[in-house]
T-cell receptor, first 114, second 113 residues
């Protein structure tokens, strides 16, 4: 079975700082990769996704993620964060052989100080 | 409005009682899912259903039950057999060719007293 690990449980940074959240998965087959975000009091929503092609994918609100197959990683980045980026971020993996089932990482809570 | 409606948003129950969480969708999606969210553990899959009248256990199905009698509805019952039921429960849906992309409801927070 696949598993997903996110390296940091909590991240605190100031506005305009750069953000990078690590995500590694364990599955040897073909995968689809996702980052979801949960803003305070809101439902989970898709930030970005990777299915195939260019391993550098861009999502909403200036976020991007890079798929490195050899490292089984899909790290999320944003060059300059804003206070409104305060949220919990979840990496998720779909093994294509598993249909539509998603396996999630433990989440990273990001607090951006104004 | 199109979307996924979970109810109730907050629920308290005494130990030993069963409770049913509702999930209704009008997105016309075939697949529906129940996840449980606990701090530091992310989301864990409880049950999922790819089609009406069919459902499968996820990774943590013990102590839970579901039904899928209608395409729009996928209620989750938290039974008294669930040892640690206090959690945030999320319902999600997916269209037929979603490749894993899910759409989430706003969640139901269950507290067992």
């Amino acid at each position: 079975a696949q598993s997903v690990s996110q390296h940091n449980h909590h991240v605190i940074l100031s506005e305009a700082a750069s953000l990078e959240l690590g995500c590694n998965y364990s599955y040897g087959g073909t995968v689809n990769l996702f980052w979801y975000v949960q803003y305070p009091g809101q439902h989970l929503q898709l930030l970005l996704k990777y299915f195939s092609g260019d391993p550098l994918v861009k999502g909403i609100k200036g976020f991007e993620a890079e798929f490195i197959k050899s490292k089984f990683s899909f790290n999320l980045r944003k060059p300059s964060v804003q206070w409104s980026d305060t949220a919990e971020y979840f990496c998720a993996v779909n093994a294509r052989a598993a249909g539509n089932k998603l396996t999630f990482g433990g989440g990273t809570r990001v607090l951006v100080k104004p | 409005d199109g979307g996924i409606t979970q109810s109730p948003k907050y629920l308290f129950r005494k130990e030993g009682q069963n409770v049913t969480l509702s999930c209704e969708q009008n997105l016309n999606h075939d697949a529906m899912y129940w996840y449980r969210q606990d701090p530091g553990q992310g989301l864990r899959l409880i049950y999922y259903s790819q089609i009406v009248n069919d459902f499968q256990k996820g990774d943590i199905a013990e102590g839970y039950s579901v039904s899928r009698e209608k395409k729009e509805s996928f209620p989750l019952t938290v039974t008294s057999a669930q040892k640690n039921p206090t959690a945030f429960y999320l319902c999600a849906t997916a269209p037929p060719v979603s490749a894993g992309e899910l759409f989430f409801g706003e969640g139901s927070r269950l507290t067992v007293l």
